[in-house]
């Protein structure tokens, strides 16, 4: 060895160097075993400072998308558990010093901003993240977001520029307004109102003119983050009311939103597009995300009626110049249970024949009401958008011969938007049958009491359901259910007519059939939806069940047909609707007895018990 050699190695720092080794062994080994502590609730050995410093400096420089993605990782666990007071006293006061450090000392705000226009899509999305629960974090202690985070949403949302810096901007918006909306922090800021209002008029279609032309392949992701950036600024006006002029563009601007139906975006795009549409008409933007309750009418924002009044109008509007014919319904997708039917046929996707038909029943049934509000001389003729909905859904699959069927068919697998849809055809029916006769009802699919029998015989006449339903708040079945009683009050022979038109045939479900009504001979004699007096329903349907003897017949002849009539009215379709009608009666009665209703039914028994002195008459 000569004499520079040993120079060079007299000068050399090996506690430097000892150092930098135990450094990078610790990175290579370490960010794994520093998460398991997390997870156990503990700190590592090493210093707070030594920590900040070794997932600063992965994040910094870009050199191993793996470790630079494990830091980011490391750093959102630890803000999220911060605030789920997840550690100990210790391990709670050692993680905070290593945030402190990291977003004081180490800036790392900045780095976050700058990583989002990574084109590696995973850092670029792991940085999002990290971003979004720092800003939760702060929102929560100060209740004042970071201005630098601020500052780079607005500055990506004005550029409009469709990529990866602009999806993991819009997906750190949305979470941001989740997360603030899961903590019940209270209302959204406006500071990127503007820069969103931007942004959807630059990414969504504006014009109707020839909005085929426009190649919009390219910004399918960005359009998707999007669409779930507004269901979130819904579902915050919601339940904290209306704080920004962007929680109003899916109504006042839903032209935009209808159009992109039009567009050659992917399909899955559409599908989010018409799910936001029909969440934000049936006000239920945000419930699959656990947010809590949505506000109480009383407590709503002014404009919300007006803005729900708008997007009605919109709807109706697009309805009449064509738009089903040009909402695309592709086949069912295929998961475990395949996507057949049992005999070979092809399914259509349910999720978009649901969601066209109750973005437009809930439009008719919106602007109805503020005809009646108004008190205004016109009238909407919802006989013509039903057709307009049976004629759509006729092209995807195949109809019962009564249309009435088509609820019960279609909406069978989502109780929520079954009862909705039920509902909502209560509603037109009630609005329809002041302007006008209710016969016809059934050609149309909105025959009450059909709705009512089918429902029913869906569930199996099983009155346990339909007490599931009544102590849910999952639907609006009681408010449906309240309704359709008063109706039967004033309308027994309804029901009547219906369970007998049903019975002859016009309610089975015969897949590939015609649309028309068959009239049997029975049912001709008192068809389905015509008019009636009380005594000749009753009589025609207790000669159906009965054939009595002759005069000269002895007593006891006629003391066995009367017990046979009545056997024979219990198992008729009538029969099976009124005796599932007692027993949910005697089951909510014995449970409020006990105190174990949810709330007080008087109202619903009494109800109930009306319907009981109706069957007492048959019997």
Sequence with gaps: MNISETESIKNFDWKFAIKLYVIMEVSELDFHSVFGLLHAGSAPG??????????????????NTDDTCLSLSLIESVISRLAAHSFTADAAVYYQDVIRRL?????????????????????????????SVYVIKELGIAGLSSCMWTDACAAVLERSV?????????????????????????????????????????????????????????????????????????????????????????????????????????????????????????????????????????????????????????????????????????????????????????????????????????????????????????EIEAQ????????????????????????????????????EATNT???????????????GVCVWGFNPHCLFILLLRSLSFDHSVLLDFLISSETCFLEYFVRYLKLLWQDWTGLCRSSQHIEDGGGDAKRGSDLSIPASSAAA?????????????ETALVSRLVDYGSSDESEEADAVDCGASVMLVEESLLGKVLACLMDLRTAVSRLYNRGLFPYNPSSLLKLLNGVESQRNRLR
């Excluded at 977003?103 to 971003?131: I, Y």
């Excluded at 055809?425 to 016969?439: F, G, I, P, T, V």
């Excluded at 004699?525 to 329903?537: F, H, I, L």
Aim: hydrophobic share 40%; net charge neutral; glycine share 4%.
């Design 525 to 537: 004699a008192v068809p389905c939806g015509e008019s009636a007096t009380g005594n000749q329903v």
């Design 103 to 131: 977003f004081t000392e180490r800036n790392l705000m900045a780095k976050l901003v700058s990583l989002l226009s990574c084109q590696d899509k995973l850092v670029s999305h792991f940085s999002a993240k990290c971003m």
């Design 162 to 378: 469709s990529g990866c810096e602009l999806d993991s901007c819009l997906w750190s918006v949305t979470a941001v307004i989740k997360g603030v909306l899961k903590a019940d922090m209270g209302q959204n800021k406006r500071a990127l109102d503007s820069s969103i209002t931007h942004l959807y008029r630059n990414l969504l279609p504006l014009s109707t003119k020839d909005p085929h032309s426009t190649d919009m392949k390219c910004v399918c992701k960005s359009m998707s983050e999007f669409i779930e950036l507004l269901e979130a600024l819904n579902a915050a006006r919601l339940r904290h009311g209306l704080s920004s002029s962007a929680q109003r563009l899916s109504f006042t601007l839903c032209s935009s939103l209808l159009h992109v139906i039009r567009t050659d975006v992917e399909y899955v795009v559409k599908k989010r597009v018409l799910l936001l549409l029909k969440k934000s008409v049936l006000r239920r933007a945000g419930d699959d995300w656990a947010l809590g309750d949505v506000r109480s009418a009383s407590g709503e924002d002014l404009s919300l009626t007006e803005d729900l009044l708008s997007m009605a109008d919109t709807v109706l509007q697009e309805v009449n110049a064509g738009w089903l014919k040009e909402v695309p319904v592709k086949a069912q997708a295929s998961f475990f249970g395949g996507n057949c039917d049992v005999d070979g046929t092809m399914k259509k996707d349910d999720v978009i024949l649901r969601a066209v038909s109750l973005i437009l029943l809930k439009s008719l049934e919106i602007k109805m009401k503020s005809l009646g509000q108004q008190g205004s001389a016109g």
């Design 384 to 419: 013509q958008y039903l057709t307009e909905l049976m004629l759509f859904l006729q092209r995807h699959v195949s109809l019962d011969s009564h249309r009435c069927c088509w609820v019960s068919a279609l909406f069978a697998e989502q109780d929520d938007d079954m009862m």
């Design 425 to 439: 055809l209560m509603a037109l029916y009630l609005y329809q049958k002041r302007s006008c006769s209710d016969s």
């Design 46 to 63: 090493l210093s707070s400072e030594d920590l900040a410093s070794r997932i600063s400096s992965c994040v910094q420089t870009v050199t």
